[in-house]
Every structure is written in C-alpha cells, then in structure tokens.
T-cell receptor, first 114, second 114 residues
Framework: EAGVAQSPRYKIIEKRQSVAFWCNPI?????LYWYQQILGQGPKLLIQFQNNGVVDDSQLPKDRFSAERLKGVDSTLKIQPAKLEDSAVYLC????????????FGQGTRLTVV | GDSVTQMEGPVTLSEEAFLTINCTYTATGYPSLFWYVQYPGEGLQLLLK?????DKGSNKGFEATYRKETTSFHLEKGSVQVSDSAVYFCALSGGSSNTGKLIFGQGTTLQVKP
C-alpha cells in the first residue's frame, strides 16, 4: 500500500513570498490533516478535512494560510505572504477512521523563510 | 481542552539499557492513545496504539499500557539499541472534541550510545 505522498521535500523562500505544498493521502482515507511542526516541538494541527469538508481549522492563521481538498482526495496548503515564523516542517497525514486507530504521515515539507 | 504531557529529554542511555518515557494525558471521554517515532529527517511513524483502558499496545519490542486511573501511557522497552535513537511523541485522539484530531506531546529525544 502506498503511503502519504508530499511535495516538495524542501523549500526556501523569502519573507512575503507565497508557497504551496501538495499532499496525496493513502487511497480510501477520508480524513486528511495538515500539521505544522516547529523545531523542537510537537506537531500542531492546522486543518483537518473529512472528505472535502473542513472539520477543524481553529488553529489555521486564516489571514495568510489557506487549504483545499478538491474531490476529497489530494490537498494543497498555501501560505501567502510568508513570515519568518512560518519556518517549520509541514506534515500531511491521513486516516481511515477519523484518527481512532491512528493516522499515517508523509515525510513532510521543510520550509525555510529567509 | 485535551492535552498530552511527556517527560523532558534528551534521554541518554547505553545500549541494552531499560527505557521508560513517561506520558500523561488530560481528556474527557474515552480517547485513543498513541506513540509515534520520528527518525532524523523523516515523518512520524505510528509505533503503537491502545484504544481502550487496560489495553497494551506493542511493536518492535516497545510497549505501553493505557492506564485510565492514572491517565498515563508510558512507553517502555527492555533493551534499547542504537537504532532506537529518535524522537518519540505521545498523542491522543477522540477525547472531548471527538473530531479525530490528533493532539501531540512535545516529544522526547532518545539517544542510545554503543
């Protein structure tokens, strides 16, 4: 079974630029998560989708971050404009049962904002 | 709200030593509990899980028991190897929010020396 795919693996941008990350979840997984992991901290949920509907986006900085999951499969997370404090690893994960028996994570995208 | 607290690291052990990483949680309802492991430069991998009180999760020599009376889910391994060096995260889902949101602790770094 293929795992969660993310791209790109690394991205370096200047502050105030925009960036987009892509995620392809495990086939058949209805729940998709985007997490932000700042160095030395645990992952923090940015947004959770169930199929193509948003379940939780309470910690998403909506003035600069946006995410969509068209057709309930792939998802894109965008930051516009980026700030220095957005430097982090962005992790995508998917689950077949709303996380009850766990979620499976991609390798993440390491974003550096300079 | 729900939360997870882990013992601070780094934890440094010699090969073949006994490992314990403490994890306690705060949640209403009946959450599922997880341990994830993150090797350098990689995403999170689900190590083990327990979905109800008194369940014991186990994998690759690691184990943890869901203790509702002490709200704990401590990770143990009888004999660690250098290859176990990684960051370990305790997490829960299905607590009071019941949306399937995964809530993580801050992570504990394990260093195993030959």
């Amino acid at each position: 079974e293929a795992g969660v795919a993310q791209s790109p693996r690394y991205k370096i941008i200047e502050k105030r630029q925009s960036v987009a990350f892509w995620c392809n979840p495990i086939s058949g997984h209805a729940t998709l998560y985007w997490y932000q992991q700042i160095l030395g901290q645990g992952p923090k949920l940015l947004i959770q989708f169930q199929n193509n509907g948003v379940v939780d986006d309470s910690q998403l900085p909506k003035d600069r971050f946006s995410a969509e999951r068209l057709k309930g499969v792939d998802s894109t997370l965008k930051i516009q404009p980026a700030k220095l404090e957005d430097s982090a690893v962005y992790l995508c994960a998917s689950s077949s049962d709303r996380g009850r028996v766990g979620a499976f994570f991609g390798q993440g995208t390491r974003l550096t904002v300079v | 709200g729900d939360s997870v607290t882990q013992m601070e690291g780094p934890v440094t052990l010699s090969e073949e030593a006994f490992l314990t990483i403490n994890c306690t949680y705060t949640a209403t309802g009946y959450p599922s509990l997880f341990w994830y492991v993150q090797y350098p430069g990689e995403g999170l991998q689900l190590l083990l899980k327990a979905t109800k009180a008194d369940d014991k999760g186990s994998n690759k020599g690691f184990e943890a028991t869901y203790r509702k009376e002490t709200t704990s889910f401590h990770l143990e391994k009888g004999s660690v190897q250098v290859s176990d060096s990684a960051v370990y995260f305790c997490a829960l889902s299905g607590g009071s929010s019941n949306t399937g949101k995964l809530i993580f602790g801050q992570g504990t770094t394990l260093q195993v020396k030959p």
